[in-house]
């Protein structure tokens, strides 16, 4: 999201992701090859892979931080408000979605747009890649 873009940098995201995939193969292709050597010089480094890990985990939460307690506040009000409303229409399902216990519920719906829109917009803004 937007959000995410202007918290995070997504160059620095995209080469520790980088590093920690290029950290992570040599790892494999070390252990396959049973070579002692290289999987002892790799572990050296593992503290400083997690803390990369740590990093990007830092930064999408960042984000959802933010952002949680003015959704719980919206949550809560909305979910009062529509509490017996259908509020959505599924093309070609109806009001009712066909999963037990849920139905047409503010939950369902606010899952698939988010799902749908989440993704959606990680594309646009370059925050994920297409491979």
């Known amino acids: 999201s937007l959000a995410n873009r ?8 995209r080469s520790w992701k980088k590093e920690i995939s290029e950290y992570y193969q040599q790892l494999r292709e070390a252990q396959k090859s049973g070579d002692k050597k290289q999987i002892e010089k790799l572990m050296k480094r593992q503290q400083y892979i997690l803390q990369l890990n740590n990093k990007i985990l830092w930064q999408s939460t960042k984000v959802t931080l933010v952002f949680i307690i003015p959704l719980m506040i919206a949550w809560s009000f909305l979910g009062g408000v529509y509490r017996d409303v259908n509020i959505a229409y599924f093309p070609g399902i109806g009001w009712e979605l066909p999963i037990p216990l849920f139905g ?4 369902w ?5 988010s799902l749908f829109f989440s993704t959606l917009f990680s594309h ?6 297409v491979e």
Do not use: I, N
């Open 124 to 129: 646009v803004f370059g925050l994920t890649s």
């Open 6 to 13: 202007l918290s995070a940098d997504p160059e620095k995201l």
């Open 109 to 113: 719906w606010y899952m698939l747009c």
């Open 104 to 107: 047409g519920s503010l939950f």
